[in-house]
C-alpha cells in the first residue's frame, strides 16, 4: 500500500505558545540525510481499540522492530532495505488472548480454547503465518530527501503467506481474530509501516515556525477508507541525550466518506485526547519519535480507536 502523496501549501492553523528553549540556529535542515551503508533502526507500535456497544473491549497489538540500511543514493533518493528483527503479535478479546511473541505462540484467559482442539489451532496457525511473512519479508523502497516513501516493495511475502492461511481455517476460527489478524489487519500493518517510517517536510533551509501540510487517502487506519490531511509546524531544536532533535507541531484531521461520497470529520469521543508529537533527528532528517492517534464514536454505538508509535533506537 502506497498512499498518495501531496503537499499543500503553507497555511496559518493555530497558535502555538512560546516555550523557553536554548535554539541552536535561526534555520535548520529537516530532510533526509543518509549514506549507503548507514543503518538504523526503528520500533514500531501500532495499537487498535473497538469498544463494543455492549461495552466489551478488543485491542490488537502490532509490535516490531525494523532494521534498515541504506544501499545506494540514486538521483539524489536513497535505496533503502529492511528486515523485521523483532515482533509481537497480540489480540486481547472476550477474556482471552491470543499472542505470538519471541517465536512461541500463546493462548490464554477464561475464555481460551484448548491448544489442541480445532479452535486452538486455527488460532496459532493464522499468527504463525504472521510470523513466518514477517521473518521472509525483505523490503526494498525509496526514501527521498523530503520524507516522501515510493516504490515500497516484499510486504507481499507477508500477505502471501497470511492469505494462504486464511484459505484453510475452518468456521471455528474466532471473528475477532479474522476482523485483527485477516484482510483488515494486513492494511493495518501496510499503513502503520508508511507513516511510522517517514513524514512530508520541506527541503533546504527551513525557517524556524516555517508551517506545512500533507494529505493522503488510505486503509488500514480505521476500518474505512480515511483521508488524512496532517498540518506540521517547525517549533525549535534541541537535545535529547546525545541527540540533536528539531521538534515538529503535528495536527491531524482524520475524514471519512459519508452515505453522499464526501469526506465528512470523524466524530470524536469526548474527553482527554492522547497528544500528537514528532520530532527529528536533525543529523539524518530520520524521525526520533512520533505519535499518531485517533478515537472516534461507532455508529452501532461504542468506539474505536488507534495509537501509533514510532521510535528510532540507535
Known amino acids: 500500500m502506497t498512499p498518495t502523496l501531496l503537499f499543500l501549501g503553507a497555511m496559518p492553523w493555530f497558535a502555538f505558545v512560546a516555550q523557553a528553549t536554548e535554539v541552536s540556529t535561526p534555520t535548520s535542515q529537516l530532510e533526509v540525510q543518509v549514506e549507503p551503508g548507514q543503518i538504523w533502526r526503528q520500533n514500531v507500535q501500532f495499537e487498535s481499540l473497538v469498544n463494543?456497544?455492549?461495552?466489551?473491549?478488543?485491542?490488537?497489538?502490532?509490535?516490531?522492530?525494523?532494521?534498515?540500511?541504506?544501499?545506494?543514493?540514486?538521483d539524489g533518493a536513497f535505496d533503502v532495505e529492511g528486515r523485521f528483527v523483532d515482533w509481537l503479535?497480540?489480540?486481547?478479546?472476550?477474556?482471552?488472548?491470543?499472542?505470538?511473541?519471541?517465536?512461541?505462540?500463546?493462548?490464554?484467559?477464561?475464555?481460551?480454547?484448548?491448544?489442541?482442539?480445532?479452535?486452538?489451532?486455527?488460532?496459532?496457525?493464522?499468527?504463525?503465518a504472521w510470523s513466518s511473512g514477517l521473518r521472509g519479508t525483505k523490503l526494498r523502497?525509496?526514501?527521498?530527501?523530503?520524507?516522501?516513501?515510493?516504490?515500497?516493495?516484499?510486504?507481499?511475502?507477508?500477505?502471501?503467506?497470511?492469505?494462504?492461511?486464511?484459505?484453510?481455517?475452518?468456521?471455528?476460527?474466532?471473528?475477532?481474530?479474522?476482523q485483527f489478524f485477516g484482510a483488515g489487519g494486513l492494511s493495518r500493518a501496510d499503513c502503520a509501516l508508511q507513516f511510522a517510517l517517514s513524514f512530508p517536510r520541506p527541503t533546504g533551509q527551513v525557517e524556524q515556525g516555517k508551517e506545512w501540510g500533507h494529505q493522503c487517502e488510505v486503509e488500514g487506519l480505521t476500518s474505512e477508507?480515511?483521508?488524512?490531511?496532517?498540518?506540521?509546524?517547525?517549533?525549535?531544536?534541541?537535545?535529547?541525550?546525545?541527540?540533536?532533535i528539531a521538534t515538529i507541531a503535528m495536527k491531524p484531521d482524520f475524514r471519512?466518506?459519508?452515505?453522499?461520497?464526501?469526506?465528512?470529520?470523524?466524530?470524536?469521543?469526548?474527553?482527554?485526547?492522547?497528544?500528537?508529537?514528532?520530532?527529528?533527528?536533525?543529523?539524518?532528517g530520520l524521525i526520533h519519535r512520533m505519535e499518531l492517534n485517533l478515537k472516534h464514536k461507532l455508529p452501532n454505538g461504542g468506539w474505536a480507536g488507534f495509537v501509533l508509535h514510532s521510535k528510532n533506537v540507535q
Open 52 to 74: 463494543h456497544s455492549d461495552g466489551s473491549l478488543s485491542r490488537w497489538v502490532f509490535d516490531y522492530k525494523i532494521r534498515l540500511r541504506c544501499m545506494s543514493v540514486t
Open 89 to 128: 503479535l497480540r489480540l486481547e478479546s472476550d477474556h482471552c488472548r491470543y499472542e505470538w511473541f519471541q517465536g512461541k505462540f500463546h493462548l490464554t484467559g477464561e475464555k481460551a480454547p484448548e491448544l489442541r482442539s480445532p479452535e486452538g489451532q486455527s488460532c496459532r496457525e493464522l499468527l504463525y
Open 141 to 178: 523502497f525509496t526514501l527521498h530527501p523530503d520524507g516522501r516513501i515510493t516504490n515500497l516493495s516484499g510486504i507481499e511475502t507477508l500477505h502471501e503467506k497470511v492469505q494462504l492461511a486464511l484459505s484453510g481455517l475452518g468456521e471455528e476460527t474466532p471473528p475477532a481474530l479474522l
Open 225 to 244: 477508507m480515511c483521508q488524512v490531511t496532517r498540518k506540521f509546524q517547525f517549533l525549535h531544536t534541541g537535545r535529547d541525550r546525545s541527540a540533536e
Open 256 to 284: 471519512h466518506r459519508d452515505s453522499e461520497g464526501k469526506w465528512v470529520p470523524f466524530e470524536t469521543v469526548k474527553g482527554p485526547q492522547l497528544p500528537n508529537r514528532l520530532e527529528l533527528l536533525l543529523d539524518s
